[in-house]
């Protein structure tokens, strides 16, 4: 297995339209997501990547939503999503969609989301599935070089590993999107063989166990019952 962090450098699309069946894969992240935006609540969600501004996030109760990315055209910060330049539990929701596949560090990134995202805080994350007809492309030497072969593809246990360290809950996971070039991605396949699905989805909330004891609780499990004084009878057989 290679290494997560690599010197490599690495050209991230700004437009899903750059991708081949780009508009593809933004419609069936946008109806993957919809059960979910309803349940995000708060005041800031973050949506880092320019990947992640294109997608519609209409249906979110957040009204108070950044984008981020280090350039692109519908920003509202620039900077380097390596470095958030956002405080400690500052921020609701993140959302990554195809963040890692072109980050450097994505293990470094998912600890400046952990860093900035608040106690209970949603993280949706969104990837290519090296096990699909995108990660066959990846082995053809005329395909390798381009979007979105050139991408680095996680495999789901490898990103639910990596959540699972840094104590987020995962609720949800799932390969959708067989066909990549299919508008709705083999709505047969979908439905028969989702694990074969091109594009990955996983939502996870922030769970944070407290360090110090509760000192009510630790004194009342310290307490013990005393024995009750002729609580007890003794019979003998006539």
């Known amino acids: 297995m290679k290494p997560a962090r690599t010197p490599a450098a690495f050209t ?5 339209s750059q991708l081949p069946w780009g508009d593809f894969y933004r419609a069936a992240l946008e109806q993957q997501l919809t059960p979910w935006l309803g349940k995000l609540y708060g005041f800031h969600l973050l949506k880092i990547g320019n990947l992640s501004a294109e997608v519609s ?14 350039q692109g055209e519908t920003l509202q910060v620039k900077a380097d999503p390596l ?40 993280l949706i994350l969104s990837s290519f599935s090296p096990l699909s007809l995108l990660g066959i492309g990846k082995i053809v030497p005329f395909l390798r070089r381009r979007a979105p072969y050139n991408s680095r593809m996680f495999t789901l246990m490898r990103q639910l590993d990596w959540l699972t360290l840094l104590n987020f809950e995962v609720m949800h996971h799932g390969n959708f999107q067989v066909l990549p070039w299919h508008r709705q991605g083999g709505r047969l396949l979908s439905t028969h063989l989702p694990a074969l699905g091109c594009m990955q989805l996983i939502v996870a909330r922030k769970r944070t166990i407290p360090l110090t ?17 002729g609580a007890t009878r003794q019979y003998r057989k006539p």
Not at 12 to 16: C, E, F, M, N, R
């Open 12 to 16: 991230a699309p700004t437009h899903w």
């Open 57 to 70: 996030t209409e249906a979110c109760a957040i009204s108070h939503q950044v984008n981020i990315a280090l």
């Open 83 to 122: 470095h958030l330049p956002f405080a400690e539990k500052s921020v609701d929701a993140c959302l990554l969609a195809h963040t890692l596949p072109w980050c450097p560090d994505p293990h470094r990134l998912l600890r400046e989301v952990d860093r900035v995202l608040i106690d209970d805080g949603w």
């Open 213 to 229: 004891i509760n000192p009510l609780k630790a004194r009342k499990a310290r307490t013990q019952l005393r024995p009750a004084v």
